[in-house]
């Protein structure tokens, strides 16, 4: 917890970004009947059954302090679906020695899954780019992508139904285009000095040494 707290608490350093990762499962549905459109005093109606036409993901990619966002939507959230994402990541700071990244405990999230996915020479180059910053377990609302995955299933994928991944993908990328030009920041509160009060210092203390 210390470390994501401290670290969330740097001041930006372009050579050192900070960036959060986390994962939002997708239903796909798609409508069993066709809409009737709108009319002239007469609403667009959808019918209540739908059909299940399986399941996506979307990686939520947030620079909390620079407002940078890289959320994608992908078919899944197995390593090599991660190994992409931290990929796409690393390209978009060619410039950074070092790319700070803060996800949960999700067995995917290791410098292994980009070794087996790119193999061991790509694999630890990329690797090499990155400091993995894991939340404790339990803990996960300490990463600041929660917060970017809470706005897109709020403002992008609604109570749409969306049938399809291309579809999906479209929505997604359509959603960070504008997030990204607006630079919308994430401004953290929660400090160190708030756990040691909420938690107390000996709970604190004891979940620091674990971690």
Known sequence: MKDVLELYARPHDPSEPVVALDERPVVL?????????????KPRRIDYEYVRRGTANIFCIVEPKTGRHLTHATEDRTRPSFALAAERIARAYPRACRIHLVLDNLNTHTPASLIKAFGAERGHALASRFEF???????????AAEIEASLVSRE???????PRLAAL?????????????????????????????????????RIVSEH
């Open 29 to 41: 549905h798609d409508n069993a009947r066709p809409d009737r459109p709108m009319r002239p005093g």
């Open 156 to 162: 992008c994928l609604g109570r749409n139904r969306i």
């Open 169 to 205: 993908r479209a929505r997604v990328r359509q959603w960070n285009a504008a997030a990204d030009r607006a630079r919308r920041k994430i401004n953290w509160k929660f400090t160190v000095r708030d756990a040691e009060r909420i938690f107390g210092s000996d709970w604190f203390n």
């Open 133 to 143: 910053h894991h939340t404790p377990k339990h803990a996960s609302w300490l990463n």
